[in-house]
């Protein structure tokens, strides 16, 4: 066996672009190909000859269709804020472990096994106008007239938190879980109260995953499109860039121009990913500031 000269690569390294290639190729073929041609097909408008940007400028300057991206936003911002801030109450107070945890993990994680038909039934049945919340409320006097629950923005916004919370609760309660307990207990002895040790010593090491969790949920949120049919005003109040998409695909038929949409849509969600990067940069350099000082 020769030795091996530096810079070649070794039999493990060909082993392991070997088992690479496969996943590589799948990334190109139903990733990378099919987002440049959406970017190359909305460059080619119907209307116009050759490569050209009056499909993003149509976007732009039509209320009814860049307004969505507001939508989407009050949408995606609280829901994802909301679903974090819930997911890592429960993860950081059962990191340790809690009475029947196996339990109140299955009823949290629940809503994992519906799909989100089924999901937004059960909200029409419980939250509507007719359902057992408002029938309950109304039976014990504390209303005099069922809420409106569905069909607006917190029907969206129920459907959202139940899809994405088990999600998130289970990405965090794993990160946090495998936090050394030895840290912590370090802290405590040193005098240091919950708050501080959560807020000095725990966030740190939390951020990251904290900033991934964020960062799925907003995604996901920000393309919500079944939720905002059955549950909210797909025309109106709850028209997300998704479904203006979905109309320009399939209703008037124009590819190019839900092509553009959908970049669009792709280019505020990296916007929001990289804001979401510098707060964790922020909340890390927040957290750890002026340790190691004397």
Known sequence: MRPRRAGEPSELDLMAMACLAPSLLYVLVMFVYPFLYGIYLSLRPLKVEG?????????????YQYKTVGITFRLAVPNTVVVVACSLFFAYNMRRGIWLERTVTTILVLPISLGVILLSQGILGFYGGKGWFNQMLL????????????????????????????FCFLMLLGYISGIDPSIENSARTLGANPWTVF???????????????????????????PSAILLGQPTGATRTIAIAAYAQAFEMYDMPYASA????????????????????????????MGVGKR
């Open 199 to 225: 807020r000095r010593v725990m966030l740190p090491l939390i951020a990251p995953g904290l900033a991934i969790a964020f960062a799925l949920v907003f995604v996901m949120s920000f393309a919500t499109f």
């Open 139 to 166: 039976g014990l006097g504390l209303l005099e007239e069922s809420l409106v629950l569905t069909h607006n923005f917190t029907g969206v916004m129920l459907s959202l938190f139940m899809q994405q919370f088990p």
């Open 51 to 63: 490569f050209s940007l009056a499909n993003y400028f149509a976007f732009f300057s039509d209320e």
């Open 261 to 288: 949409i959908a970049v669009i849509m792709g280019l505020f969600q990296l916007a929001g990913l990289l804001v979401i990067i510098l707060l964790r940069r922020r909340i890390v350099m927040a957290a750890t």
